[in-house]
């Protein structure tokens, strides 16, 4: 049997604080792999400041391919449209042997919002959250089944590391020297050489 975590998120760009929060997951809930999910559109962004889905892609992909414990899916790409956790869950359940004990990583700040998600009842039949805290953010109360997983405060955030772009600012040691590269090769988010 496997304990196979799934982290989902715009990745736009991908950071040291998603790394840290899927090897603490990783360590803390005894998970065989984390298998980042980026978004293809993802909902609730103002999709002007958002790289496109092969830039993002890329991005994980080169941030995660040193690490043998985490992969990296393109369900929610490849399916294209707007991306729904019950979608992945189910992709995921059928992939991977029946035995499998999945689990879909969130931040402290999303618990309250699962009443909210579509066939949250299904999904929490599939998976079981583990809950990363969040640096500054007061933990709300949840019926929601989780785990906790408590993690040293980085505050970082990808809005941060294009806002700090825009700055005309350095992301080193906010983002791995690899998307770093990639971010200026492909000139994404105002990066001009």
């Known amino acids: 049997m496997q304990r196979v975590g799934v982290l989902g998120g715009t990745f736009n760009p991908i950071h040291i ?6 090897q603490m997951a990783l360590e803390r809930m005894h ?25 993002r892609f890329e991005m994980v992909r080169l941030a ?16 294209r449209g707007r991306s729904y ?13 029946p035995d499998t004990e999945l689990f879909f990583i969130i931040g402290e700040d999303t618990l309250s919002q699962l009443p909210k998600w579509k066939y949250i009842d299904k999904i ?5 959250f583990i809950v990363v805290n969040r640096p500054g953010y007061i933990k709300k109360s949840s019926d929601a ?37 990639y971010v200026f090769q492909n000139k994404l988010y105002g990066a001009t050489n």
Do not use: C, W
């Open 64 to 79: 995660i391919e040193d690490n043998p414990f985490f992969e990296i899916s393109d369900f929610e790409i490849k399916k």
């Open 31 to 55: 998970l065989n792999k984390v298998v980042f999910v980026p978004t293809y559109i993802p909902p609730h962004k103002n999709r002007k400041v958002v790289a496109g889905a092969k830039h």
């Open 124 to 128: 929490l039949e599939i998976a079981d």
């Open 85 to 97: 956790t019950i979608n992945t869950m189910l992709y995921f359940k059928e992939t991977y042997p």
């Open 17 to 22: 604080g998603h790394l840290a929060i899927a």
């Open 145 to 181: 089944k989780h785990h906790s997983v408590i993690m040293p405060g980085i505050d970082i955030s990808s809005s941060y590391v294009r806002m700090r772009m825009f700055q005309n600012k350095t992301i080193k040691y906010f983002v791995p020297d690899k998307v770093l590269d």
